[in-house]
T-cell receptor, first 110, second 115 residues
């Protein structure tokens, strides 16, 4: 079945550091790929998405590229801020379901 | 903007009570979902619905039922609440015909405590 593996957290970075959160997947067919963010006490929000191979999703300075050859969708940001502290979920969408990774907690310190 | 609302942010119930969690979306989405979120376990799908009166079991349906009488509303029912159902419950909706799921929009969550 479909699965998503993302790096264990927590990840602690200083403000303005470069962020990478790794995500790899296994799936049949051609799924869409997503990154969601969850701030404390809230539901998940869509951060970015990519619907086909080589697509790059971007939003609020975050980027991720759909790499079919390496089955990856790594999240990157060039300069993190304290306000980026949250839990990040990688997910893949297909027929009748979305498969989520377990989440990576990011803490950014001033 | 898509809005998904849940009836309560916090709920405390006693063991054995029947519990209703309501979810409403305002974007005419075909698909609606109920998840529970627990530390270390991520999001687990309880039930989903891809049309009015249609429902499918997710990964952990035991102890839960659902109802979708109108397109915008999806209810989760705990027939007889137990302490192991203490959790954060998240509702989501998405567009997508024929059961294919596009990006999901989530409600703020209901933190349920069963004592």
């Amino acid at each position: 079945g479909d699965s998503v593996t993302q790096m264990e957290g927590p990840v602690t970075l200083s403000e303005e550091a470069f962020l990478t959160i790794n995500c790899t997947y296994t799936a049949t067919g051609y799924p869409s790929l997503f990154w969601y963010v969850q701030y404390p006490g809230e539901g998940l929000q869509l951060l970015l998405k990519a619907t086909k191979a080589d697509d790059k999703g971007s939003n609020k300075g975050f980027e991720a590229t759909y790499r079919k050859e390496t089955t990856s969708f790594h999240l990157e940001k060039g300069s993190v801020q304290v306000s980026d502290s949250a839990v990040y979920f990688c997910a893949l969408g297909g027929y009748q379901k979305v498969t989520f990774g377990t989440g990576t907690k990011l803490q950014v310190i001033p | 903007d898509v809005k998904v609302t849940q009836s309560s942010r916090y709920l405390v119930k006693r063991t054995g009570e029947k519990v209703f969690l309501e979810c409403v979306q305002d974007m005419d989405h075909e698909n609606m979902f109920w998840y529970r979120q627990d530390p270390g376990l991520g999001l687990r799908l309880i039930y989903f619905s891809y049309d009015v009166k249609m429902k499918e079991k997710g990964d952990i349906p035991e102890g839960y039922s659902v109802s979708r009488e109108k397109k915008e509303r999806f209810s989760l029912i705990l027939e007889s609440a137990s302490t192991n159902q203490t959790s954060m419950y998240l509702c989501a909706s998405s567009s997508g015909l024929a059961g294919f799921v596009h990006e999901q929009y989530f409600g703020p969550g209901t933190r349920l405590t069963v004592t």
